[in-house]
């Protein structure tokens, strides 16, 4: 075996991974690149190996075919380096297995010997579940019954979301999960933790003097998270029915955001310690009541035919392998509160949708206007200042502020101060599963979520769906293309509050309320 000559320093220890699902999506799209960016970046020893698992027949050569053709599709790398893709390609073997089938999991037992003998590993082992959920729980019984679970290195678990379909079924699984695999050997998939961006929050947040000082109710007026998407269910109809954005965005990825904006500094830079500030904020989330509750607070709709640019769309309910008469969301808006010292009365609006204008992921934190508009008062409203984290297409941050108007005056208009990352040469930004891969790899779960975390989310998320369940005729539906129902609105027009434009949108696009229509 010829050695990678740039290996880093903080390389992990060398396993064995085995992805389970590996002729699935996930795997193709996102993984397979992921593993090439971190081999072609030195983040990978030469000790590892990785199995591919999944049912369907395939041969060595024909996996890496497909590796091969991933990697040229998806990655942020070309495999245009023969060289260094041939020794990449040796790492790899595939092993068709059923997961029901424990004699399998024997078979890949000694499979997994040979591999640490050719690669000199020290029998740590990393499973990667890119599987439907119903077979997280059957899997690591046979890693257990099936042995794999007896080499002398370190086993760790890394399970694609959702994690459950509410607390129940959430907490039935952590306890099979349990039966096998210790907490701490459990990395719980979030993939937007792992997205640059949004762990720059923190570093945001926590190194600059003049954000922190003014991180509160006193000087926030409001925060606005949109995940909006332009993409519908695409083929994954059948899981997303049953699903709906509530539980696919805002379990998971929207309130882990808001989780991070809000939670308090830690002591120290440590995962556990992260991870217990973030639980104090899910737990301080003021739950919804009543079904009353839940309907003033967050609204829900369901796309119908549109237009996007000049393509015309269908409607969610004749999307393949969606119910005709379909009642799952696929877009939500809430108003969320988080009951403690530093945000009472801070609403943050959290919205994700498919089939809306642009694909984007941004927060916008409002500030309070000034105590007096001393100096414009009888010509202007100011506008508030903004601070915008572009987490997704664009990556960077920018700061709305108020200046004077060259020439005129006493003039004032709103202008930016931006910071663009995504703009800048030569920076080729790692993707989320990269980062997450190699953390997992390394033993480092700050950027995964912990069981309380993900089970403070499902009461919150939980009372939302039952409201839901008992009462759907608030389901609005909103043209393929727009910004979603108009009563989302309402939501922030009650307190004097409008969504930002998103993206550097032009206002023009935007569906909004302003303080004046108001
Ligand atoms: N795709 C995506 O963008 C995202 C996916 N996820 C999550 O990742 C997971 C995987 O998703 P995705 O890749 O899209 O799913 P796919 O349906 O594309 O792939 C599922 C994989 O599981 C394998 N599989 C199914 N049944 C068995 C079985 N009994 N034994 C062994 N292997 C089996 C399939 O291979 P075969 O048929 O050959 O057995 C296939 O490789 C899911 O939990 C999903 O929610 C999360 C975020 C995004
Ligand atoms: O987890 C999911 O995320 C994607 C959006 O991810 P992004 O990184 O492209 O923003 C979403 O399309 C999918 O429905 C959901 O399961």
Redesign the pocket.
């Known amino acids: 075996m010829t050695p990678n000559p740039i290996i880093e320093s903080n390389s992990p220890e060398g396993a064995v991974y085995y992805l389970f699902g590996a002729t699935g999506d996930l795997a193709r799209r996102k993984l397979f690149p992921a593993l090439f960016s971190l081999y072609k970046e030195g983040k990978l020893s030469e000790k590892f190996a990785v199995v591919g698992l999944a049912r369907r027949a395939r041969s060595n050569e024909q996996f890496r075919s497909d590796l091969y053709e991933s990697i040229n599709e998806f990655c942020r790398y070309k495999a245009d380096d023969t060289e260094l893709w041939t020794r990449f390609a040796e790492h790899f073997v595939y092993m068709s297995l059923d997961i029901n089938n424990v004699d399998g999991f024997r078979e890949l037992s000694l499979l997994s010997a040979e591999l640490d003998e050719k690669f000199d590993i020290p029998g740590n082992r990393l499973f990667y579940l890119a599987l439907a959920p119903s077979l997280f729980g059957p899997v690591s019984l046979n890693l257990r019954d099936g042995g794999l679970l007896e080499s002398k290195g370190w086993h760790r678990l890394v399970i694609e ?1 959702p994690f459950g379909y509410d607390l129940p079924s959430a907490q039935k699984l952590n306890e099979q999960l349990g039966q096998v695999f210790k907490e701490e050997e459990i990395f719980r998939i979030d ?2 933790l792992g ?1 640059e961006m949004v762990q720059n929050i923190q570093v945001i947040r926590f190194a600059n003097a003049f954000f922190e000082p003014l991180w509160n109710n006193n000087h926030i007026a409001n925060v606005q998270i949109t ?1 909006s ?1 332009t ?1 519908g269910v695409e083929e ?1 109809g059948g899981y ?1 029915d049953k699903s709906g954005a509530l539980r ?2 805002g379990q ?2 929207m309130l882990q955001m808001l989780t991070m904006i809000a939670m308090e500094p830690p002591s120290r830079l440590h995962g556990e310690d992260i991870r217990d500030e973030k639980v104090k904020v899910l737990r301080s989330l003021r739950g919804y009541k009543s079904n009353e509750e839940v309907r003033s607070h967050v609204v829900r709709g369901q796309y119908t035919a549109g237009k996007l640019g000049n393509k015309e769309l269908s409607g969610y309910r004749q999307e393949d392998s969606v119910g005709e008469e379909s009642a799952t969301e696929t877009y939500f808006a809430a108003k969320v509160f988080v009951d403690n010292f530093r945000w009472a009365g801070v609403p943050f609006y959290i919205r994700t949708g498919k089939r809306l204008p642009v694909k984007t ?1 941004e927060v916008v934190v409002e500030f309070k206007a000034m105590p007096q508009n001393v100096l414009f008062a009888q010509k202007h409203e100011l506008s508030p200042n903004l601070l915008v984290i572009r987490v ?1 297409p664009m990556e960077g941050i920018y700061i709305k502020i108020n200046a004077k108007k060259p020439g005129a005056d006493n003039d004032v208009q709103p202008v930016s101060m931006e910071f663009c990352q995504s703009c800048m040469i030569g920076i080729n930004t790692p993707e ?1 599963y990269e980062r997450l891969i190699h953390d997992a790899a390394r033993g480092d779960s700050t950027y995964f979520t912990r069981w309380d975390e993900v089970s403070h989310a499902w009461e919150f998320v939980d009372r939302i769906a039952k409201g839901w369940r008992e009462d759907s005729s608030d389901l609005e539906p909103y043209p393929a293309g727009s910004w979603g129902p108009a009563k989302a609105n309402e939501l922030l027009a009650e307190q004097g509050h409008h969504w930002w434009p998103v993206n550097g949108q032009d206002e023009d696009n935007v569906i909004w309320i302003t303080n004046k229509e108001k």
């Open positions: 979301k993939h937007y997205k995940l998407e993409v994954r997303y696919d965005m998971n990825h992921t997704n989320a």
